[in-house]
């Protein structure tokens, strides 16, 4: 069960400022980083799968309200990355912000390109263009982004654990 409570807290508190305040802020042709995704990751190596999974759901929930046409799509893709990277945790170092960043970036990557593909047969949007102009750049800008985030994390001992 969920173990360090003050670590979901800073985290959702983290991934809602980011994506409502500082999120617009740093954002330059119209790409900005996914807190949303660097918290759901967070959560998933420092409490596992089962927390991830749950915040990546209530995440997604709240996703899906703003897109009726679409509703589930955010919270199944947020549970899916959060359930991945959370059984992966226990076969990774974590003694690196680097590896956080990299699986921020790839949960980022898989989690867009996951919604793209199920949203652009459902309502019939293009994939091609959106993936290489806007999920690329936000996945890698989310990476390099959520190395400090990792580091602080790691400062704080949130990725101690024991299974």
Same mark, same amino acid.
């Given at each position: 069960?969920?173990?360090?409570?003050?670590?979901?807290?800073?985290?959702?508190?983290?991934?809602?400022?980011?994506?409502?305040?500082?999120?617009?802020?740093?954002?330059?042709?119209?790409?900005?980083?996914?807190?949303?995704?660097?918290?759901?990751?967070i959560v998933a190596l420092a409490e596992g799968a089962f927390a991830a999974?749950?915040?990546? &759901?209530?995440?997604? /929930?709240?996703?899906? =309200?703003?897109?009726?046409? #679409?509703?589930?799509?955010? @919270?199944?893709? +947020?549970? %899916?990355?959060?359930?991945?990277?959370?059984?992966?945790?226990?076969?990774?170092?974590?003694?690196?912000?680097?590896?956080?960043?990299?699986?921020?970036?790839?949960?980022?990557?898989?989690?867009?390109?996951?919604?793209?593909?199920?949203?652009?047969?459902?309502?019939?949007?293009?994939?091609?263009?959106?993936? &290489?102009?806007?999920? /690329?750049?936000?996945? =890698?800008?989310?990476?390099? #982004?959520?190395?400090?985030? @990792?580091?602080? +994390?790691? %400062?704080?001992?949130?990725?101690?654990?024991?299974?």
């Amino acid at each position: 069960m969920i173990r360090n409570t003050k670590a979901i807290t800073f985290l959702l508190l983290l991934a809602v400022l980011g994506s409502t305040v500082i999120g617009p802020l740093i954002s330059f042709n119209n790409i900005s980083p996914d807190f949303l995704m660097m918290a759901i990751v967070i959560v998933a190596l420092a409490e596992g799968a089962f927390a991830a999974t749950i915040v990546g &759901f209530l995440i997604g /929930i709240v996703l899906d =309200i703003s897109q009726p046409e #679409l509703m589930g799509l955010h @919270a199944l893709c +947020c549970s %899916l990355a959060g359930y991945s990277i959370g059984k992966l945790r226990g076969r990774l170092i974590l003694d690196s912000a680097l590896v956080a960043g990299g699986l921020v970036a790839i949960a980022v990557l898989s989690y867009e390109m996951l919604y793209l593909l199920i949203g652009s047969g459902v309502v019939g949007n293009e994939f091609i263009r959106p993936f &290489f102009t806007r999920t /690329i750049p936000a996945s =890698i800008y989310s990476g390099l #982004l959520s190395i400090p985030v @990792a580091s602080l +994390c790691l %400062l704080f001992g949130f990725f101690d654990y024991e299974d």
